[in-house]
């Protein structure tokens, strides 16, 4: 740190011009940062057209239709399954109840785990 040069303790001293252009440098980042700042937040403050933020409900969108999907695959892929080893077999309707209710399990599995609510995981919700 520099050292006073004047004794008088009011805290002022002398600025080597690298500090001054550095200061002003300094201020200039700030004021323009400050304008940057209240720019975002009079777009944020202002009511989104329609009902709460489009990038949000895309999102929740999005994630419901990836665990509504991961669910009808795991219960079409079993039902298929199922339906194979009838076919195959001839033990018709045994294999598609069976293999149809162990796809459910596997979507229901499926939509747990991606949703990161399982045993063991710390993953939030959102």
Do not use: C, Y
């Amino acid at each position: 740190m520099a050292e006073r040069t004047d004794g008088s303790g009011n805290g002022s001293r002398d600025k080597s011009p690298d500090e001054a252009a550095l200061s002003a440098r300094l201020g200039s980042l700030d004021q323009r940062l400050s304008a940057l700042r209240d720019s975002r937040k009079i777009r944020t403050d202002q009511p989104a057209s329609g009902n709460g933020d489009g990038a949000a409900r895309a999102s929740a969108m999005a994630r419901a239709l990836r665990l509504s999907s991961e669910l009808v695959a795991g219960v079409l892929v079993g039902a298929v399954i199922g339906w194979g080893f009838d076919h195959l077999l001839s033990t018709s309707p045994f294999g598609l109840i069976v293999f149809f209710l162990l796809g459910f399990v596997a979507g229901i599995v499926n939509v747990v785990r991606s949703a990161g609510v399982g045993p063991g995981q710390n993953r939030p919700l959102g």
